[in-house]
């Protein structure tokens, strides 16, 4: 069974940077797609950023394009976020998920994290 693990979120200024982890376990096949989603209070689920297991590739969603990067650490079956010049509406909790499909939308997600709250104060 897939288990993804996140962890690093937290309280930080307008400005800031924090690096989200999601540690994981268990997949059954070598390619997937596995990264971040994201909900702000009120608002819903939207995509972050993803990368592919099969070729590294990755996805960010326009809004922190320029500003976060992902990344993974195959020996340590952990991927990162690094968000930097963080703003207020960056506040959300936020998630890990994966998918086999190949398809970064929520509904194609196999597997979900518990999330992780960030905060960034103006």
């Known amino acids: 069974e897939v288990q993804l693990v996140e962890s690093g979120g937290g309280l930080v200024q307008t400005g800031g940077s924090l690096r989200l982890s999601c540690a994981h376990s268990g997949f059954a096949f070598d390619d997937y797609a596995i990264g971040w989603f994201r909900q702000a209070p009120g608002k819903e689920r939207e995509g972050v950023s993803c990368i592919s297991s099969t070729d590294g590739s990755t996805f960010y969603v326009d809004s922190v394009k320029g500003r976060f990067t992902i990344s993974s650490d195959n020996a340590k079956n952990t991927v990162y976020l690094q968000m930097n010049s963080l703003k207020p509406e960056d506040t959300a909790v936020y998630y890990c998920?994966?998918?086999?499909?190949?398809?970064?939308?929520?509904?194609?997600?196999?597997?979900w994290g518990k999330g992780t709250l960030v905060t960034v104060s103006s």
């Open positions: 998920a994966a998918t086999y499909r190949m398809v970064w939308e929520e509904g194609a997600m196999d597997y």
